[in-house]
């Protein structure tokens, strides 16, 4: 089994969330090794890339998810997806430039999911416990 990244007070009880949640940490991790311990950035590069659209495609579950369960997704909540996503996505295309120093900007990303789970998908997680059908788990 593989080592759990996330920290435990960030569990949902949502078993398909965490399971994403925990893989984008450890994919925080792997970014942040790679541009750690190599000089060629074309790996790390590679990672960020994968963790940018492993991340907006998790922010897609969690819409979607919400719209099949019948759950309210709140505004803010939508608005945080989309303000990551585009930050994200300045980012993969400045370290793509060279302009970017790495492992400070995955320090911040993990700082930033952090936050984004405690103020919004922990109760997202409550309101799909709550929620009147089962949450199915994706096969990745
Ligand atoms: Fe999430
Ligand atoms: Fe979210």
Request: proline share 1%; glycine share 4%; with cysteine.
């Given at each position: 089994m593989r080592a759990i990244h996330m920290p435990s007070e960030l569990v949902s009880g949502v078993a398909e969330m965490d399971r994403q949640h925990d893989q984008l940490f450890n994919q925080i991790v792997q970014v942040k090794c790679a541009f750690?311990?190599?000089?060629?950035?074309?790996?790390?590069?590679?990672?960020?890339?994968?963790?940018?659209?492993?991340?907006?495609?998790?922010?897609?579950?969690?819409?979607?998810?919400?719209?099949?369960?019948?759950?309210?997704?709140?505004?803010?909540?939508?608005?945080?997806?989309?303000?990551?996503?585009?930050?994200?996505?300045?980012?993969?295309?400045?370290?793509?430039?060279?302009?970017?120093?790495?492992?400070?900007?995955?320090?911040?990303?993990?700082?930033?999911?952090?936050?984004h789970v405690v103020q919004y998908d922990l109760k997202f997680g409550h309101d799909l416990r709550a929620g009147p059908g089962e949450i199915p788990c994706t096969n990745s």
């Open positions: 750690l311990e190599v000089e060629d950035d074309h790996d790390g590069l590679a990672l960020l890339s994968r963790f940018a659209e492993d991340l907006i495609a998790h922010f897609a579950w969690e819409e979607e998810i919400a719209r099949i369960q019948g759950v309210l997704f709140e505004e803010g909540h939508i608005k945080a997806h989309r303000q990551m996503t585009a930050f994200i996505r300045l980012k993969v295309a400045e370290v793509s430039r060279g302009v970017c120093n790495i492992p400070a900007l995955m320090v911040f990303m993990e700082r930033c999911f952090e936050t």
